[in-house]
């Protein structure tokens, strides 16, 4: 999977580069979208931390905002990683809290007495800055939602299969609780090692991309 790997990482880091804050004008309203972490490097370039995408209509402006600026770990399971990673690497008790999802009227009625929810809006600041300062990402359109899950499956797989893209010595992923993140080297657990792209998959890759 090593060649297949390196292609889809030269596609990614060839696209225009984002950062926060970044210009929304710029991401096109359906796509995928890859991420990179400073001080990570694979195939002699950036390396893919994590691949993304949507299924709501038009979300991809909004996907990337609930990841670098909404203030909820809730509604982005990327932010929820981070935190989970930040919290673990200093044994802050508060992991425990951290993992409640409180998007529901009654959970957040079943936990509210016993959350301290200024110390969860201090980790929530803390995640927020470390992705800011840490992750840039590329993105391509893909229109059609089918199409779009079906190529992240694939790029995940992909990249997953590999063993030349590792992560850094110091990469805060290793801090996290979740073992699917330590082993794959991705702010990822799901979609990995399924079926990757083959050397067609990766031309077709190649022209959606390229033909945008
Ligand atoms: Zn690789």
């Known amino acids: ?44 370039r950036d390396r893919i931390v994590r691949i993304g995408t949507h299924t709501g209509n038009n979300q991809l402006r909004s996907r990337l905002k609930q990841h670098f600026l909404n203030e909820n770990k809730d509604r982005s399971i990327f932010r929820k990683n981070i935190g989970r990673a930040l919290l673990n690497q200093r044994n802050d008790l508060f ?7 409180l998007t529901s009227r009654k959970a957040k009625e079943r936990y509210s007495s016993f959350i301290d ?13 470390y992705i800011q300062d840490n992750f840039s990402f590329t993105v391509f359109e893909v229109q059609d939602k089918q199409e779009r899950l079906e190529v992240e499956s694939k790029l995940l797989s992909t990249i997953s299969h590999c063993n030349e893209c590792n ?21 990822l657990v799901n979609e990995l090692y399924k079926t990757p792209f083959d050397n067609a998959g990766i031309e077709y890759l190649s022209r959606l991309i390229k033909d945008q």
């Open 1 to 44: 999977m090593s060649n297949e790997c390196a292609s889809i990482h030269r596609l990614a880091n060839e696209l225009e580069r984002h950062r926060f804050p970044f210009d929304e004008s710029k991401i096109p309203f359906n796509g995928v979208y890859f991420l990179f972490q400073k001080g990570e490097k694979g195939h002699q």
């Open 95 to 101: 992991l425990k809290y951290w993992e409640i999802d």
């Open 117 to 129: 929810f200024n110390y969860q809006q201090v980790i929530e600041s803390q995640v927020s800055k």
């Open 167 to 187: 992560p850094s010595n110091d990469w805060l992923g290793y801090s996290s609780p979740k073992n699917k993140i330590v082993e794959s080297g991705l702010w």
